[in-house]
């Protein structure tokens, strides 16, 4: 499923759309299809799936220890591609990855892999539109969104160019700051979206700090997307076991999800 | 002076791979920076600072017993004479005095032997600065005397748990530690890597060592050097003494990896040598990574060097072949530290071992009386806790005729 149609969906219904993220391969690579099946399930209206990676700058520590726990247990590249073809179909997929996994491999191959698994595009946090090219070849040719970030310290000038390299919707990155890394109410963030959306009329997402629905109500009233993460990734973190990590993957879900349908 | 392009590549290494957030910093740092160097003000200060505060510029010596070994004649540029013992001095004392001419008034700073660690706290005691620095944990005990002298200098030391807790791990925290404080802090970047503009920047900074030595060479001997050598960890000692050599077509330059166990055991350093092209710390560059894309851990006797990434110039110097980088094993590297003490009386940093040790390999194959300049990057103190546990010195018998 494409990016636009979900948020066509969302926007007809008067509302933000929720989009959950999780790494592929965490808490194992099937708990990770699992893992998004209940999100869709519970209310997610976009997926991002996480590729893991040694060295992810962007991230706080919940992010990195589901990476470093995927690797430890042999996550290759390739089986991001498994994860998106099991979950791809009801909401669009995206990948959100650090660059240098998707140079290794190969920026057109991975493309047109992902394209064939069924998914709808990249989220590439280490990646500024300017030494895209290769990338926004890749996306052209293979039919890609692709979402780049706009951050508080963006200039307007910048704002105005990365927003012409996306297509999809908009990365919002509310705080200055990693994943996960305080709540998320933040007067920075509203108005950067406001800024952002005099550039364009793609949708704007809004990440980083999301814990709870009534988190995701205040930001789905000015942003067009919910985007968690470490919250999600917390289930798992924080559960003895994996079955309660689902259970409160399901509880998270849904009440992230009548969040942004206040 | 050979610039990058606008972006900041040179040829296809380089440029910035980072947070859209850090780049408006990137941007100021890099129009900071430039209007700077233009400043007479600001380049006098700087000169002055160096002179007076740094113990600059270092010696060029001609090693005379270590010379006749070689066949060739061996020269050294004492860096290791320097204020806080190392090139590294250069680097911070240019980076802080631009941290204050930008308003900012705190600096962190990733470090691995230690050394930029100590160097960035003494910049930052000297101008009034805050000072983080982020270590790997692994490093804080390899290394346990610089963290004390970090923290006598004032500044907060923060182990980095994650990862394989070594310098990479201590780039990371620093840069995510960098996205959070940016209005107010400056990252103090300790090699010639990372996003444009850090590479040239840092280049700048440190390229005094080679135009001193340029300048000295062509005093005393009214010629230039045959061959430069300098380790290569990041690259800052080395672009620093390369820089002025890089237009004298004939004056051949070698970078000298760490080989670590030997490079043929996949347990090194030596990231030029395994010529794997990835995007690291913000820099596209050869990184030692698997076939996803994933880091590898380095592996050195010196921490310095223990590096899974290197400066973008080296790579695009390594692909044009201006200058050629060689492996250089732990035992190669112990043994030219042992024999600088011995024939010289001078204990050099672990690091700066491998650079004379590739320079001792190379005289072999050069001209009889050849002149080759080897950067001396950096004094062996801090390098005493490993020479005791590689050559058992602290056995009860004296073992050191091994």
Not at chain 2, 42 to 70: H, I, K, M, V, W
Request: include cysteine; charged fraction near 25%.
């Amino acid at each position: 499923m494409r990016t636009a149609e979900a948020f066509a969906k969302t926007g007809a219904e008067g509302r933000a759309a929720l989009v959950g993220y999780l790494p592929a391969g965490f808490p194992t690579l099937a708990d990770s299809i699992k893992a998004v099946d209940i999100m869709i399930d519970h209310g997610a209206d976009l997926i991002e799936l996480g590729l893991p990676y040694s060295d992810p700058v962007m991230d706080g520590p919940a992010i990195q220890k589901a990476a470093d726990r995927a690797l430890a247990a042999g996550f290759r590249t390739r089986q991001v591609f498994e994860v998106t073809e099991a979950v791809a179909g009801r909401v669009p997929i995206l990948v959100m990855t650090y660059w240098n996994l998707v140079e290794r491999y190969g920026v057109d191959r991975f493309a047109a892999d992902f394209a064939a698994a069924g998914g709808a595009g990249l989220i590439t946090p280490d990646l500024i539109p300017d030494e895209a090219a290769e990338w926004i070849a890749a996306s052209d040719a293979h039919d890609l969104d692709r979402v780049f970030l706009v951050a508080p310290s963006s200039t307007e000038e910048r704002i105005a160019s990365t927003v012409a390299a996306c297509r999809g919707f908009v990365y919002a990155q509310s705080v200055m700051g990693v994943t996960g890394a305080r709540a998320a109410t933040s007067a920075a963030a509203p108005e950067l979206v406001r800024r952002t959306r005099a550039h364009t009329d793609l949708p704007i997402g809004v990440g980083l700090g999301v814990r709870s629905g009534d988190q995701a109500a205040e930001i789905g009233a000015y942003g067009d997307a919910v985007i968690v993460g470490s919250a999600i990734v917390n289930c798992y973190l924080d559960a003895e076991d994996v079955p309660t990590g689902h259970q409160r993957l399901a509880e998270l879900t849904a009440d992230l999800a009548a969040g942004v349908r206040r | 002076m050979p610039n990058p392009d606008p972006g900041g590549h040179w040829g296809e290494f380089g440029g910035r791979f980072v947070p859209e957030a850090l780049i408006a910093a990137l941007d100021e740092l890099e129009r900071a920076h430039t209007e700077a160097l233009a400043d007479p003000d600001f380049t006098a200060e700087l000169d002055a600072l160096g002179r007076e505060y740094g113990n600059l510029p270092s010696p060029l010596y001609l090693a005379e017993r270590l010379s006749q070994e070689a066949g060739v004649e061996v020269w050294l540029k004492r860096e290791d004479l320097n204020h806080t013992g190392a090139h590294k001095i250069r680097n911070v004392l240019g980076q802080a005095l631009l941290t204050k001419r930008m308003g900012k008034r705190r600096i962190i700073a990733e470090t691995g032997a230690g050394q930029h660690g100590v160097a960035s706290a003494t910049a930052a005691a000297y101008f009034g600065l805050e000072c983080t620095v982020y270590m790997g944990e692994e490093d804080t005990r390899r290394q346990a005397l610089n963290v004390a002298r970090m923290r006598l200098l004032g500044a907060e030391v923060v182990p980095v748990t994650t990862g394989s807790r070594t310098l990479k791990d201590a780039m990371n925290e620093a840069l995510r530690e960098w996205v959070a404080t940016v209005d107010t802090t400056h990252y103090l970047i300790g090699s010639v890597g990372g996003p444009h503009p850090f590479p040239q920047l840092v280049r700048d900074y440190c390229r005094g060592i080679g135009d001193e030595a340029r300048a000295q060479f062509l005093e005393r001997t009214g010629a230039l050097p045959d061959v430069v050598a300098a380790c290569v960890g990041g690259g800052s000692n080395a672009m620093g003494i390369f820089t002025a050599f890089l237009d004298d077509e004939d004056v051949r330059l070698y970078g000298f990896e760490a080989g670590g166990d030997g490079y043929d055991t996949g347990r090194h350093a030596a990231t030029i040598t395994a010529g794997q092209i990835g995007v690291l710390h913000g820099a596209r560059t050869f990184v030692l990574q698997d076939e996803d894309g994933q880091t590898i851990e380095s592996h050195s006797i010196s921490a310095g060097l223990d590096y899974p990434g290197v400066g973008p110039e080296h790579a695009h110097l390594a692909a044009t072949g201006r200058a050629a980088y060689e492996p250089v094993d732990d035992a190669e590297a112990m043994a030219a530290l042992e024999k600088l003490a011995r024939t010289e009386g001078i204990i050099c940093a672990i690091e700066s071992a491998h650079g004379l040790a590739g320079a001792l390999r190379l005289a072999k194959s050069l001209q009889p009386g050849s002149r080759v300049l080897v950067n001396l990057s950096g004094r062996g103190d801090k390098d005493m806790g490993n020479v005791v546990e590689y050559y058992g010195f602290d056995a009860p018998a004296d073992k050191g005729d091994h």
